[in-house]
């Protein structure tokens, strides 16, 4: 952990943790800088509903401006987000200092003004860090104070509501939910924290450019196992239907193309992630073959009770007593039992947890590691796809909202106090805080669903911490002047360096030609072993370090690629990812869904793996849940 400073620096460290615990319940605060906050606001306000003769009058203003600069540029071909992405728009995340700062970098780039006296022969001369615009979001510092200081239990309530449906987090979970509820004509009331819903499924735009996320970028096909994300798919179009021999006809625009992934070594790409170009030997070929092959049999393992060793959701999966021991050990542990020493496996398994739990190794359950490579395997090819859009999952999330009706998602609404009812089918109260008209609200909600993690549950009950960890993450997206160069592969959807820090980037519109500005976003997973120190760590990062830090890596990968920088803009997450630990997802977890009230709980982390096909499952069991509580007579999607 950091050593403390000036107590002025210790109070501002531990508000910005206390906004994010607001940012974080899936409730998360849009994030604003300290001088731009007044602006944020404004775009979020311009950008919400009711507000589309303003957007498109401000599309075409930016248009216009980047129209300018693609004749400087003579990067031709332009165009405004495509119609279909256009079912919510978000808060722009770019205040017009940004905007201009982009245009101004990109002008003086092309124009071989930068850096005056230091052309380099290759490309343009390296932009100083600080002309590199953009800024840091995440955090909503008002309502995070109001947290860190109780000023709103003090407060008095100013209404009192009635609601039949109550569901608090528009993250994935509590937009799942509704979804579910409203499929039966019942339509809940929901409330979020943040300016914009989506949870860790936040999406960005550069305006005339490309959309972006801000956290998950894709989506694996649905299991099997999975019948009502399957059912949401068809119904938002995405799949198109079966074939004569019962395969799934996906819509091709969401289907990720080649090449996928690409792995970095010593100046050479190569295609896929296995083995590294410079330095695999044929000892790690034999040893990744040998991992396979086990992978494959335990993928068709099936437990004592007649379930799949493991499966998506992860409620599905045997919970035959031999295969849930594999949760008591570490990931590292059973690897090294099992004689896969070779450091290139190492590395690619290391990376692929990093990925979807922010965990290592050594801290990864041997559980939650052999899922990963096992629960999605399939012997129908075509379920074995990625669904990928320039917005990552930010996509499906606009989808639940559109098929949310007219009841829109009121942002910046606090939760910070909940009764629960004391048995299932008993009224629970919240009390709730709308930032935007100063107003503290008390709802009496028939149903109440917490959609959000946890530990904020925890804290709002005055309970004792459920034992639930989670790890911080660091996301940054990069707007370039064009696409960067390399020897070897070609630039892929997913771009990773052998050995790195960071887990590489994904590009938002790779479709583009290469002299046409992109985004590239780029990810560092904070998996030490101690998350409370992971997390002062990236706190201690203010906007300029992360420039540094992320324009320093790139470089490393792409020797020209300072000059071609306008922008970096990052998003710290506090609490990204629930962090699947040894003992956690056969034990705490359970003990966590035991809940005795009338409160129904729904996130990805009551499944302790933090992906999309997690959270909407949570989502349906909870709406289902409602309406099972509500007498209501409807057929389950949980089941074929």
């Not at 068809?234 to 006809?249: A, Q």
């Not at 992906?611 to 949980?638: H, M």
């Amino acid at each position: 952990m950091l050593a403390p400073h000036a107590q002025a620096e210790d109070q501002h460290r531990e508000a910005d943790r206390e906004a994010d615990a607001a940012a974080d319940q899936d409730l998360g605060g849009e994030g604003v800088g300290q001088d731009q906050q007044d602006d944020a606001a404004d775009q979020a306000e311009r950008a919400g509903a009711g507000a589309e003769d303003s957007e498109s009058s401000q599309h075409s203003v930016h248009e216009g401006l980047l129209r300018e600069r693609a004749e400087s540029t003579r990067a031709h071909g332009l165009s405004r987000p495509s119609p279909r992405t256009r079912a919510y728009t978000p808060a722009v995340p770019f205040s017009p200092l940004d905007r201009r700062a982009f245009l101004r970098l990109a002008a003086a780039g092309a124009a071989g003004l930068i850096a005056p006296g230091c052309p380099a022969p290759s490309g343009p001369a390296p932009v100083p860090l600080s002309a590199i615009g953009g800024k840091l979001w995440g955090q909503d510092h008002e309502l995070g104070h109001l947290i860190r200081t109780g000023e709103l239990a003090q407060r008095k309530v100013d209404a009192t509501e009635e609601v039949e449906v109550l569901i608090l987090g528009a993250g994935v979970a509590g937009l799942s939910a509704a979804w579910r509820l409203r499929r039966e004509g019942h339509v809940p009331r929901v409330l979020d924290a943040g300016r914009a819903p989506g949870g860790n499924s936040r999406w960005g735009e550069l305006p005339g450019v490309t959309r972006y996320p801000w956290g998950a970028h894709y989506l694996r096909v649905p299991t099997r196992e999975h019948p009502a994300l399957e059912t949401f798919m068809e119904e938002v179009g995405l799949l198109r239907g079966r074939d004569s021999k019962g395969r799934l006809e996906w819509d091709l625009r969401a289907v990720c193309g080649a090449p996928q992934e690409r792995i970095y070594e010593d100046g050479i790409w190569a295609e896929g992630l296995f083995p590294p170009p410079r330095s695999g030997t044929k000892a790690d070929r034999e040893q990744y073959e040998r991992f396979r092959g086990e992978v494959e049999l335990l993928s068709k393992l099936v437990g004592s009770d007649g379930r799949k060793a493991f499966t998506i959701p992860i409620a599905e999966s045997s919970r035959d007593p031999q295969l849930l021991a594999l949760d008591q050990v570490t990931f590292a542990a059973w690897l090294s039992e099992h004689g896969y020493d070779s450091p290139a496996l190492r590395w690619l398994l290391q990376y692929s947890v990093e990925d979807d739990y922010g965990c290592s190794l050594e801290t990864t359950s041997a559980w939650a590691g052999l899922h990963y490579f096992c629960a999605r395997r399939s012997e129908d090819p075509s379920r074995d796809h990625i669904l990928a859009w320039p917005e990552g999952n930010g996509r499906l999330v606009q989808h639940l909202l559109s098929a949310s009706g007219e009841q829109p998602v009121a942002g910046r609404a606090l939760c910070y106090r909940i009764a629960p009812g004391s048995a299932p089918g008993e009224g629970s109260e919240a009390w709730v805080y709308h930032a935007d008209e100063q107003r503290c609200v008390r709802y009496r909600a028939e149903q109440l669903i917490w959609a959000g993690p946890r530990f904020i549950l925890d804290r709002l009950l005055g309970a004792q911490p459920s034992g639930f960890s989670y790890s911080p993450w660091l996301v940054a997206n990069v707007a370039l002047r064009q696409q960067p160069g390399g020897v070897g592969a070609e630039l892929a959807w997913d771009n990773v360096a052998y050995g790195a820090d960071s887990l590489g980037y994904v590009v938002a519109n790779r479709e583009r030609a290469p002299e046409h500005p992109l985004v590239v976003t780029w990810y560092e997973a904070f998996s030490g072993p101690d998350p409370r120190a992971e997390r002062e760590r990236l706190y201690a990062l203010d906007h300029a370090a992360i420039t540094e830090r992320v324009v320093r890596e790139l470089g490393e990968l792409h020797p020209n690629l300072r000059g071609e920088v306008l922008s970096v803009d990052a998003w710290r997450w506090g609490h990204a990812m629930i962090r699947p630990v040894p003992g956690f997802l056969w034990g705490t977890r359970l003990a966590a869904l035991e809940r005795e009230d009338a409160l129904l709980c729904a996130h990805s982390d009551l499944s302790g793996v933090s992906i999309f096909e997690e959270a909407f499952y949570r989502g349906v069991v909870a709406g289902e849940s409602v309406l099972r509580r509500r007498g209501a007579g409807f057929t389950t999607l949980l089941r074929r």
